[in-house]
């Protein structure tokens, strides 16, 4: 299957810093690229769905200013969490999608933000 | 309203059977995917289904009745490493994937 290469895995920053995630598809071209959150035993939340070239569509709930999502290129999207709070501490996962007839979206390692 | 419902945990005995199911109500239909999640990782893709049926794939297996807006994953000859939480996810008509909250799969020697 193709390869989604997320970085940092693991990352602390005190809180009213900003934190940068990046998202690599490595063998494939992804047109979309999905950002999610996750809490403790709960399932995966939507953050935002970012298109290449274009801005991205954030879910309802999701400050836009706060969470930056970039995506440049074909094979790389950012998420910068910005003036990170305690209460930003999550899991976060990022996953991408080739072109429209693609069905499946492959997932990164995920990234373990803790905000001291 | 989007929806999907799946047990919120299940225990079973190794080397056993299980089948966990999930039903799900969305805004069209493109697809119904199983993840496996352990603790503390990212997904990863076990199964899709978007026609009627069985698919099967080694010790799991995926069903499909759309219908009626229904999936199960069964698990054969269960291991220990097989503990984790499945989650179900339905693909919308704008390909969107609609996440069930997982169930978690305690195995048990």
């Known amino acids: 299957g193709a390869v989604v290469s997320q970085h940092p895995s693991r990352v602390i920053c005190k809180s009213g810093t900003s934190v940068k995630i990046e998202c690599r598809s490595l063998?494939?071209?992804?047109?979309?690229m999905f950002w999610y959150r996750q809490f403790p035993k709960q399932s995966l939340m939507l953050m935002a769905t970012?298109?290449?070239?274009?801005?991205?569509?954030?879910e309802q709930g999701v400050e836009k200013d706060k969470f930056l999502i970039n995506h440049a290129s074909l094979t790389l999207s950012t998420l910068t969490v910005t003036s990170a709070h305690p209460e930003d501490s999550s899991f976060y996962i990022c996953?991408?999608?080739?072109?429209?007839?693609?069905?499946?979206?492959?997932f990164g390692q995920g990234t373990r933000l803790t905000v001291v | 309203g989007q929806n999907i419902d799946q047990p919120t945990e299940m225990t079973a005995t190794e080397g056993a059977i299980v089948q966990i199911n999930c039903t799900y109500q969305?805004?069209?239909?493109?697809?119904l995917f199983w993840y496996q999640q352990h603790a503390g990782e990212a997904p990863t893709f076990l199964s899709y289904?978007?026609l009627d049926g069985l698919e099967e794939k080694g010790r799991f297996s995926s069903f499909l009745s759309r219908s009626k807006g229904y999936s199960y994953l069964l698990l054969k000859e269960l291991q220990m490493k097989d503990s984790a939480s499945y989650l179900c996810?339905?693909?919308?008509?704008?390909?969107?994937?609609?996440w069930g909250a997982g169930t978690k799969l305690i195995i048990k020697p």
């Open positions: 063998d494939f071209q992804a047109t979309t």
């Open positions: 996953s991408a999608k080739g072109g429209e007839g693609d069905t499946e979206a492959f």
């Open positions: 996810a339905a693909s919308d008509s704008n390909y969107q994937l609609i």
């Open positions: 289904n978007v």
């Open positions: 970012s298109n290449e070239g274009s801005k991205a569509t954030y």
């Open positions: 969305t805004s069209g239909f493109n697809g």
